[in-house]
């Protein structure tokens, strides 16, 4: 089956204490990015990656690191993270062209006390 | 700022009514896609339009994008309580094409 898989779904986690959520995908897709989700804010783009070892910052990138060392996955990092970084986080991918669909994970919900 | 600026934030209809909700950016996008997402989902995308003036349907939806390729609509005809959810959009400019810039959503509540 097709799929996104972020690890975890679920994480209280302490401010300065780092993070690191998962991203695999399963569909040999070139492009994969980063999005958080905040209530009246839509989705808002962190990082993405156009191909290996190739990526790009988004709308919101600070606080945030990611590599792509491999196709499939695209893991997101948090340094420090700061309760400003409690969000909802979406992992995409799409293969290589604007046109095709992308595909996104299940999200992760992170809370940073 | 926003990017693009997605209206009304929110909408409530009885089934059987219609629904619009409209998009507009201040730059000329290369295209625009369509998602939606249902409560305690993910988003899922529905139709990417790349065209001037186009008008595509699914069913009972209507995408359209502007001659200007600077705004868009998504119309549902005769609404059903299944199209509960969030619908957004987001644009893509040419020159960043890994770059997707998303409206905040329009929330559709249907009352059956």
């Known amino acids: 089956e097709a799929q996104v898989t972020q690890n975890p779904r679920y994480l209280i986690t302490v401010t300065g204490k780092k993070l690191t959520v998962t991203c695999s995908q399963n569909?040999?897709?070139?492009?994969m990015s980063w999005y958080r989700q905040d209530p009246g804010l839509g989705l808002r783009q962190i990082y993405y990656?156009?191909?290996?070892?190739?990526?790009d910052k988004g709308d919101v990138p600070e606080g945030y690191k990611v590599s792509r060392k491999e196709k499939r996955n695209f893991p997101l990092i948090l340094e420090s993270p700061s309760p400003n970084q409690t969000s909802l986080y979406f992992c995409?991918?799409?293969?290589?062209?604007?046109?095709?669909?992308?595909?996104f994970g299940e999200g992760s919900w992170l809370t940073v006390v | 700022g926003q990017q693009v600026m997605q209206i009304p934030q929110y909408q409530h209809v009885q089934e059987g009514e219609d629904f619009t909700t409209y998009c507009n950016s201040s730059t000329t996008l290369s295209n625009i896609q369509w998602y939606k997402q249902r409560p305690g989902g993910h988003p899922v995308f529905l139709i990417q339009?790349?065209?001037?003036?186009e008008v595509k349907k699914q069913k009972r939806l209507t995408f359209q994008f502007g001659e200007a390729k600077k705004n868009s609509s998504l119309h549902i005809t005769a609404t059903q309580t299944t199209d509960v959810g969030t619908y957004f959009c987001?644009?893509?400019?040419?020159?960043?094409?890994?770059?997707?810039?998303f409206g905040r959503g329009t929330q559709l509540t249907v009352w059956p």
């Open positions: 339009l790349v065209k001037s003036g």
């Open positions: 990656s156009m191909n290996v070892e190739v990526t």
């Open positions: 569909m040999n897709h070139e492009y």
């Open positions: 995409a991918s799409r293969p290589q062209g604007t046109g095709n669909t992308i595909y």
């Open positions: 987001a644009g893509r400019r040419g020159s960043t094409l890994g770059r997707l810039y």
